[in-house]
T-cell receptor, first 115, second 114 residues
Framework: DTGVSQNPRHKITKRGQNVTFRCDPISEHNRLYWYRQTLGQGPEFLTY????????KSRLLSDRFSAERPKGSFSTLEIQRTEQGDSAMYLC?????????????FGSGTRLTVV | AQKVTQAQTEISVVEKEDVTLDCVYE???????LFWYKQPPSGELVFLIR??????QNEISGRYSWNFQKSTSSFNFTITASQVVDSAVYFC???????????FGAGTRLAVHP
């Protein structure tokens, strides 16, 4: 297990379509985070899971966004009825519970382009 | 509210120059953590350093050094004798808002030219 894996790396979709991204964290990590990064900005927190429980959602996560982590392992982030403003890099990160403040391990991200 | 400000949007230097990236933060928490991450063109965020609010000791790691000053709420990052491979976007981040989520600055793009 070499790190956090995200798929796909790139996704181009037409406005109005639904998209789903997958994140496979480091296997021993029980915390999983999703962040969104738009061009020229730092990553912004979207949501956080501890095991399978979604414990916090940012106001950035509109009703069109949903995230799951069904068995406390991999996670999916779905965007329904995509809009051009959803174009961004979606980053996943994972960490140990008690070592979360030691820094997460981030994946390489999924770059979404909505045309 | 928590906030991280990286006032330098872009910095351009010639190889072997020293460069300092500034980071100023705001928080009301007494316990918090500060981080620096590097984002090369590949996109992955690479962890560089973590510092907790009770440890103001400066740190040096090879060509990298960090200066943490609580009195000025700053956590600056210096690269000594920069190299082309240092070219990347560097982010300063703050954690303390519950569940350890990170608040990032807007980043500083560093370009090191041969």
């Amino acid at each position: 297990d070499t790190g956090v894996s995200q798929n796909p790396r790139h996704k181009i979709t037409k406005r109005g379509q639904n998209v789903t991204f997958r994140c496979d964290p480091i296997s021993e990590h029980n915390r999983l985070y999703w962040y969104r990064q738009t061009l020229g900005q730092g990553p912004e927190f979207l949501t956080y899971f501890q095991n399978e429980a979604q414990l916090e959602k940012s106001r950035l996560l509109s009703d069109r966004f949903s995230a799951e982590r069904p068995k406390g392992s991999f996670s999916t982030l779905e965007i329904q009825r995509t809009e051009q403003g959803d174009s961004a890099m979606y980053l996943c990160a994972s960490s140990f519970d008690t070592l979360a403040n030691y820094g997460y391990t981030f994946g390489s991200g999924t770059r979404l382009t909505v045309v | 509210a928590q906030k991280v400000t990286q006032a330098q949007t872009e910095i351009s230097v010639v190889e072997k120059e020293d460069v300092t990236l500034d980071c100023v933060y705001e928080t009301r928490d007494t316990t918090y953590y500060l981080f620096w991450y590097k984002q090369p063109p590949s996109g992955e965020l690479v962890f560089l350093i973590r510092r907790n609010s009770f440890d103001e000791q400066n740190e040096i790691s090879g060509r990298y050094s960090w200066n943490f000053q609580k009195s000025t709420s700053s956590f600056n990052f210096t690269i000594t004798a920069s190299q082309v491979v240092d070219s990347a976007v560097y982010f300063c981040a703050l954690s303390g808002g519950g569940y350890n989520k990170l608040i990032f600055g807007a980043g500083t793009r560093l370009a090191v030219h041969p």
